[in-house]
């Protein structure tokens, strides 16, 4: 298979779909043929001649790549003028997070191409795989921009998360107790803060207590819970995910208005439109703004910030599937493996992911088959 490498255009987005050693091994051990866009590779310290030495093809432009492949492999959604190159026939294996956002659903729709996002694809335990290690990442990046945020320079109330001694810590409130979540709370808890987390599964809270032990106070989340925790904390960090599908908005603008001027709240949901009612998405240019008084972060590629660290943690999970689907062909990987199946959003201007579908208020194909329109 001809499997393309753009370099990403998303502004400060640094990372790669592919490192050179991924390429290697689809070149040199399965007999593929990639082509990676020049410069692809700058951000992380990769350049055109590393990919050439792992036997890639560097070409010019993206034109090139995008007209060439046969499946194209990126690491954020499609912008505007990439959707416009793409074609039926042709794979995309990426990160999409299409339910808050229809323009990008429509333009994929309509260039027919068949779209396998990184965010559903799913393993045994019903866990994550593609998106674990973003959450990881973008989890523990959460608690240390929120520290900083806190600076008064930034706008925030002065507050050190780790106080000093016989001044009380700062305390964080983390919504959602995931992966996301779980590594915020580590980070916080590193800082000396006052950390507390909620989650709905009364399971993860005990699995979190057994963990972090008398460190991490935890919660069930209610509405009350939440609103208790989130008018106490210097930092709420907005943690919820559910899979494909918008993030629910916990935090509303009420409840900011009984938080202490120069709170922060760090929306790493934001992808999924967000979990507080305030959020906008923002970039690493101006990653934060005020509103009622309150600093928010909502940046939605933080990873992007550390695109080294970033890249090689996401291609150790997307490696092995990206040489399935370039092994077998797509229908065959996606036939044997139900869980690369969950990845597929879309497919010939059909949309076969219920959770975007559900979000939008389109109609959607199920996926097995593609034989049966459900109306949602």
């Not at 916080?188 to 106070?217: M, N, Q, Y």
């Amino acid at each position: 298979m001809l499997i393309g490498v753009p370099k990403e255009i998303k502004v400060r987005e640094y990372r790669v779909g592919m490192t050179p050693g991924s390429v290697r091994e689809a070149v040199r051990h399965h007999g593929h043929e990639v082509l990676v866009e020049t410069g692809a590779g700058a951000g992380i310290g990769c350049d055109d001649r590393d990919y050439g030495a792992a036997g890639a093809q560097v070409v010019d432009t993206a034109d090139e790549v995008f007209a060439r492949a046969e499946m194209v492999v990126k690491v954020k959604e499609p912008q505007p003028e990439e959707i416009a190159r793409l074609r039926e026939g042709q794979v995309l294996f990426t990160y999409l997070h299409l339910a808050p956002d229809p323009d990008q659903t429509r333009g994929l729709l309509d260039s027919g191409v068949t779209a396998i996002a990184y965010e559903t694809v799913t393993d045994d335990q019903g866990r994550l795989p593609l998106l674990a290690p973003m959450s990881e990442v973008a989890g523990r990046m959460a608690s240390q921009v929120g520290a900083c945020c806190l600076e008064k320079e930034q706008g925030g109330a002065g507050v050190l998360l780790g106080g000093v001694p016989g001044v009380a810590p700062g305390r964080v409130t983390v919504l959602g107790g995931g992966v996301v979540g779980t590594n915020a709370a580590r980070i916080a808890l590193g800082l000396g803060a006052d950390v507390t987390i909620l989650d709905k599964s009364p399971t993860r809270l005990a699995e979190l207590d057994d963990h972090f032990g008398p460190r991490l106070k935890t919660l069930f989340a209610t509405m009350e819970t939440v609103e208790q925790a989130v008018d106490r904390a210097d930092l709420v960090i907005g943690a919820v995910l559910v899979p494909g599908a918008s993030a629910p908005k916990l935090v509303t603008r009420d409840m900011l208005g009984r938080m202490r001027p120069g709170s922060v709240l760090v929306d790493v949901a934001i992808d999924q439109g967000g979990c507080f009612e305030t959020s906008r998405p923002t970039t690493h240019d101006n990653p934060t703004y005020m509103e009622q008084g309150m600093v928010h972060y909502c940046v939605a590629n933080m990873p992007g910030a550390v695109p080294r660290t970033s890249t090689q943690a996401l291609n150790n999970a997307t490696l092995p599937r990206v040489l399935a689907l370039a092994d077998k062909g797509w229908r065959n990987a996606l036939s044997a493996d139900p869980h690369l199946l969950n990845g597929l959003n879309l497919h010939a201007g059909r949309l076969t992911c219920a959770p975007v579908a559900e979000a939008q208020g389109l109609d959607y194909v199920d996926p097995i088959g593609f034989d049966q329109i459900r109306k949602t």
